[in-house]
C-alpha cells in the first residue's frame, strides 16, 4: 500500500475543500473523504472503498464543476489502483 498515493489523494480532497467554485455539499465530501483516510485506527481497505462510494456518489452531483468533477475521477483512479 502506498502512502504517498494516500497523501496525493489528500492533497487533491484539500485542494476541493478550499476551492470556493465548488458547492459545500461537495468541499463536505472531500473533507470528511480525506479525514477518513487520515483515519489510522479503521482498516485500510475499509477506509478506501467507504471513501471511493462518498467520491462516485458526488461525481455524478450534476451541480459539480466540470475541473471538479475531473479531480475527483483522479482520485477514484489513484484509490483504486491501490
Same mark, same amino acid.
Given at each position: 500500500?502506498?502512502?504517498?498515493?494516500?497523501?496525493?489523494?489528500?492533497?487533491?480532497?484539500?485542494?476541493?475543500?478550499?476551492?470556493?467554485?465548488?458547492?459545500?455539499?461537495?468541499?463536505? +465530501? +472531500?473533507?470528511?473523504?480525506?479525514?477518513?483516510?487520515?483515519?489510522?485506527?479503521?482498516?485500510?481497505?475499509?477506509?478506501?472503498?467507504?471513501?471511493?462510494?462518498?467520491?462516485?456518489?458526488?461525481?455524478?452531483?450534476?451541480?459539480?464543476?466540470?475541473? +471538479?468533477?475531473?479531480?475527483?475521477?483522479?482520485?477514484?483512479?489513484?484509490?483504486?489502483?491501490?
Amino acid at each position: 500500500m502506498s502512502n504517498q498515493t494516500i497523501d496525493e489523494v489528500c492533497e487533491i480532497l484539500e485542494y476541493i475543500k478550499e476551492n470556493n467554485t465548488v458547492p459545500r455539499n461537495i468541499r463536505e +465530501a +472531500a473533507s470528511e473523504s480525506s479525514d477518513l483516510l487520515k483515519d489510522e485506527e479503521q482498516d485500510q481497505s475499509v477506509r478506501i472503498s467507504t471513501v471511493l462510494g462518498k467520491l462516485d456518489e458526488i461525481s455524478n452531483d450534476p451541480n459539480i464543476p466540470v475541473h +471538479a468533477r475531473t479531480l475527483i475521477w483522479e482520485v477514484l483512479s489513484k484509490l483504486e489502483s491501490i
